[in-house]
């Protein structure tokens, strides 16, 4: 009987890279001595056998493929892409694979790539939308974008339609808006060069401001009969689904500033949208009822979450505590006991009121008045740190409370002497000289704590105009009572707590400061003083002023 030769074989396991091997000598004395096993069983272990042994030679001749194993710790893939959940997926008992070393390696290169090739592939991805999301505006299939540089949009200020545009008029106006945005920038590049030199406009810009001028001449002649009724007819048509017909109701000129303004800001809100700030515009309070008056918002502010997805928020007018229903706001005010602000009343005349609010006493309504505010405010990042501020809140009184009419805050300590952080004039009351007393205010309390002051910074677009305004109208005050012959900024400045780089900076936009044989003269334009004067006769007496006689207040302790 021949001698028995003993192997030892290990199971073959996935990514093993050594096994036993077995000859045919060896299958052939196991079959005479284990004669009592079924062929079956037999031809399978001789299956097992041969696998093992291409296994083996194919780990130790293909070194490309043990590296790419080594760099992927990741179990192999089968054909589907997922990993193999036990031994019997791996492809091992092939009847008509080779011994040849060869053939081995290319077998091996092709399962590497096939396993390589059903791995996921990484895409960059810089803008996500949502296709399930439809804009609001009827008819509108959700294309194009009004800033002319997105393909679709999901919210009303983005709709190209709604605007009584379409998504390709869009895109032209938007490459027209770079290239004049261009130009500015060399222009304002070139002027910085020669700022030291050149105070007064170059030829072009004033012939830029006489072009302006005259196509201005025409804003105010009105509509004709056919513009009226063509107006009319849109809005019976669309009602509140569309914008209003801009056209001829103001210079092309206006007009062409207001459509970028409109464009700046829904690209402000597709950002907003982009960061997750705001998702796809629906936690975005769009409206607020606020005493008799319905608010359009212009900005997103951060109310609670559960208040922000409503869309329209209800806000009581003396407390400023907000709710979700005109049933709650109801209920409220028939319990609600305010009628005026919390903290003392330092100015009154008529019906015009200001109340200082400290912020660490009355931590409540500030932190709801800077929520309030940030619907109107883009630059605004105090919501709820409110302690180390003082908050002015101008009212207007009638039989049924003070209803507010602005505010402005300003630090208990400045060390910058900012006479104003924040300030805010509420949209209903614009353009009725609110926002000048809210200023003229600011630095009333200036002068009597006999500081200079200056509001900080960055100033919001509108209260960037109301303050220019109101240093231009100061200025031009002290200019026409003015009787010496040489004129101070240092005295201007300790005169009417304007801060002196405000002041020449306006000096500046008015021409009237000159630098001349190395001395900077200011001049004193009677054009511009007699202008002046032809408007404060025609506003009258108007009761829009503040009265330093009527402020009863002293400076806080420690300021």
């Known amino acids: 009987m021949p001698r028995r030769r003993q192997v030892r074989t290990n199971r073959p396991m996935a990514g093993s890279g050594s096994d036993g091997t077995e000859d045919s000598d060896s299958s052939a004395e196991r079959e005479q001595t284990n004669s009592s096993e079924s062929d079956g069983n037999m031809s399978k272990r001789q299956r097992l056998t041969r696998a093992s042994t291409r296994l083996s030679q194919s780990s130790q001749d293909t070194p490309d493929l043990k590296r790419a194993v080594d760099h992927d710790e990741s179990p192999p893939l089968t054909p589907t892409g997922n990993a193999p959940s036990s ?9 008509n694979a ?5 053939q081995g390696k290319d077998q091996a290169n092709r399962d590497s790539d096939k396993d390589l090739s059903h791995r996921p592939k990484r895409r960059r991805c810089h803008e996500t939308y949502n296709f399930n999301m439809k804009c609001p505006t009827p008819g509108c299939n959700s294309l194009g974008h009004l800033t002319g540089k997105h393909e679709r949009h999901f919210t009303v200020s983005g709709c190209p339609l709604y605007h009584n545009l379409s998504a390709d008029e869009c895109k032209v106006k938007a490459i027209s808006r770079e290239k004049q945005e261009e130009e500015v920038k060399t222009q304002e590049e070139s002027n910085a060069r020669h700022a030291t030199r050149h105070q007064t406009p170059t030829p072009k810009q004033s012939r830029y401001k006489e072009q302006v001028a005259e196509i201005r001449k025409g804003r105010n002649s009105g509509l004709q009969k056919e513009q009226k ?8 048509t669309h009602s509140n689904t569309r914008e209003p017909l801009l056209e001829n109701i103001t210079s092309e000129y206006d007009l062409e500033l207001f459509r970028k303004a409109q464009a700046r800001a829904s690209e402000d809100l597709e950002k907003l949208r982009i960061q997750g700030q705001i998702t796809e515009g629906s936690n975005m309070i769009k409206t607020i009822v606020f005493g008799r008056y319905e608010l359009d918002t212009w900005y997103h502010s951060p109310y609670p979450e559960e208040y922000a997805r409503l869309g329209r928020l209800y806000v009581c007018e003396f407390c400023l505590k907000y709710m979700k229903s005109q049933t709650i706001l109801r209920r409220h005010m028939a319990k609600c006991v305010w009628k005026h ?3 003392d009343e330092v100015y009154r005349k008529g019906s015009i009121s200001v109340f200082e609010v400290d912020g660490k006493k009355n931590k409540i309504y500030c932190q709801n008045l800077c929520l309030l505010a940030k619907l109107f405010l883009d630059h605004k990042t105090l919501y709820y740190d409110v302690e180390p501020f003082l908050f002015y809140v101008m009212t207007e009184a009638d039989n049924t409370g003070c209803h507010l009419v602005g505010y402005f805050s300003k630090e208990k300590n400045s060390f910058l002497n900012y006479n104003v952080s924040c300030i805010l004039t509420m949209p209903q009351y614009m353009r009725q000289g609110f926002g000048k007393m809210l200023i003229d205010f600011s630095y009333l309390l200036s002068k009597v704590e006999e500081k200079v002051g200056s509001p900080e910074r960055p100033l919001s677009d509108l209260g960037l105009i109301s303050y220019r305004s109101y ?10 009572n003015f009787q010496g012959k040489e004129i101070s900024i240092k005295e201007i400045s300790q005169e009417t707590a304007v801060n002196p780089v405000d002041i020449v900076s306006t000096l500046q936009s ?23 004067k032809a408007k404060e006769i025609k506003r009258g007496n108007s009761n829009k002023t503040i009265d330093p006689s009527s402020l009863k207040w002293t400076p806080p302790k420690g300021t």
């Open 229 to 236: 009724e063509k107006h009319m007819e849109h809005r019976q």
């Open 510 to 532: 008015l021409q009237m400061l000159k630098y001349w044989k190395g001395k900077h003269l200011v001049l004193k334009r009677q054009d511009l003083i007699d202008e002046w």
């Open 471 to 480: 240093w231009k109208e100061v200025l031009l005050r002290y200019m026409c």
């Open 87 to 95: 031994e019997s997926e791996l492809d091992i008992s092939s009847p």
């Open 341 to 343: 602000p919390p903290g």
């Open 98 to 102: 080779s011994h040849d070393e060869s």
